[in-house]
């Protein structure tokens, strides 16, 4: 449950710390998994294992360690694709960090995009129905329409806010429910142990994106979800400089997601592992600041005359906000404005030329489609083409992530791409 309301109450870490499996809170647990190892010296981080080949010194063993590998035992591997130390280092974390007290099993991919895919080509198979929220991640939603209607896989997009009312748009052949919440752009929380339950009662499988929460603001296996997705990129990694996905699957689960992992060779390297691990560390400290950071600004952009609504679940004016208060214990810094269109400078190109002074110049907000980093980002969200089962009736709509700046400096930045935006 979070702690954190648009109103201004801050970070309220002993609710949360109370709440932790086996009595650790998730700052510390995020400082302390991934550190058993066995090393003639302790160091304080693991070393970072590259491999390809892995060495046996007897047929049996190579035999038996296959046999292991094969059946997905935990740490087994007869080759690099299978995992080195490191790399099963940060499969136990994230199981752990993700699962927070339920069983569950983590498998690493080399990017966001390509555990969402995986995950869906290893549980959807053809004549099978998918379920996806009109909000979902553009790229998903393309996957969905491209490579999976053509393995003979029909996706259906729903309203993000159906909850229960899932039910009615269940078949037979129904076999992933994705979520993703808050949605991509447009922030939708969805009620999502309400639609893991139907899924399960119908024998279908859930699957969320989990990006946005990072790994410290939502325990999604307490709501109820069979998979899920991480884009690790993003606040996991925390430093705009490493790409990598993962998907971390409850135990009965596992020997289909890993089976799918192995059959399409999907892997990482040791170093870029070890960048994951490094950014664990410190997430729970940087979340805070991106929290409050990103309220600040959200709460400022409210008050401008240019902007028609902040489209951000902890302020409490989002329709949404009971929802995200009852499931999140926390916000990122990333979120979505909608301009007033009077706003906007007039004529044919006036929309895009105000949104070009609004974006372009910035002193520390830069144009760019990733977020999640120490640092801040501002896209105009184009949507229009992205949503079918509830299309986009609003005005222009600019998404920002908000970095570990100084918010004042953010706000003053901002400020003055309004200003140019409106005498553009
Ligand atoms: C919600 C969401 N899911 C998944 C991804 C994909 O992650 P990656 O960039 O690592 O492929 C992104 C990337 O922007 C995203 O915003």
Same mark, same amino acid.
């Given at each position: ?102 069983? /569950? ?161 999907? /892997? ?157």
């Amino acid at each position: 449950m979070s702690t954190v309301d648009g109103s201004g109450a801050g970070a309220a870490g002993d609710a949360r710390r109370a709440e932790a499996p086996g009595g650790r809170s998730i700052a510390s647990l995020v400082t302390e998994v991934a550190r058993r190892f066995d090393a003639r010296i302790a160091t304080a981080n693991l070393p970072v294992y590259r491999a390809s080949t892995v060495l046996f010194d007897s047929l049996a063993q190579a035999d038996a360690t296959g046999r292991a590998t094969m059946a997905g035992v935990r740490h087994a591997s007869t080759y690099g694709t299978a995992g080195t130390p490191t790399t099963h280092a940060l499969m136990d974390a994230l199981a752990e960090v993700e699962g927070r007290g339920h069983a /569950c099993r983590a498998a690493l991919m080399p990017s966001g995009l390509s555990a969402i895919a995986t995950a869906l080509l290893a549980f959807a198979k053809t004549g099978d129905h998918v379920l996806m929220p009109d909000s979902v991640y553009g790229p998903a939603r393309q996957f969905a329409q491209g490579m999976l209607a053509g393995l003979g896989v029909h996706t259906t997009f729903y309203d993000p806010r159906i909850g229960a009312g899932i039910e009615a748009l269940m078949r037979p052949q129904t076999r992933v429910v994705y979520l993703e919440s808050p949605g991509s752009y447009t922030f939708e929380v969805q009620d999502v142990p309400a639609i893991c339950a139907v899924a399960r009662r119908h024998g279908a499988i859930s699957m969320i994106d989990n990006a946005w929460a990072s790994p410290v603001f939502a325990r999604p296996f307490d709501w109820g979800v069979d998979l899920s997705i991480l884009p690790l990129t993003k606040y996991w990694s925390g430093h705009a400089d490493t790409l990598m996905g993962a998907v971390v699957a409850r135990e009965a689960l596992w020997p289909t997601l890993w089976n799918a992992v192995r059959q399409t060779g999907l /892997c990482v390297g040791g170093d870029d592992a070890f960048m994951i691990l490094r950014g664990l560390r410190t997430v729970e400290v940087r979340m805070r600041r991106h929290e409050a950071s990103g309220l600040k600004v959200a709460r400022w952009l409210e008050a401008r005359p240019e902007v028609a609504r902040v489209l951000h679940p902890a302020l409490p004016g989002h329709p949404d906000h009971a929802l995200w208060k009852r499931d999140f214990d926390g916000a990122c810094g990333l979120f979505s404005f909608e301009l007033r269109r009077e706003a906007l400078p007039a004529g044919e190109d006036g929309p895009e030329r105000g949104l070009a002074a609004l974006c372009e110049g910035r002193r520390f907000f830069r144009i760019g489609y990733s977020w999640g980093g120490f640092e801040s980002l501002i896209v105009p969200a184009r949507i229009g083409s992205l949503r079918t089962a509830t299309p986009w009736s609003g005005g222009p709509l600019v998404r920002v992530h908000i970095g570990l700046e100084d918010p004042a400096e953010l706000i003053a930045d901002l400020d003055a791409g309004l200003g140019a935006m409106r005498t553009a």
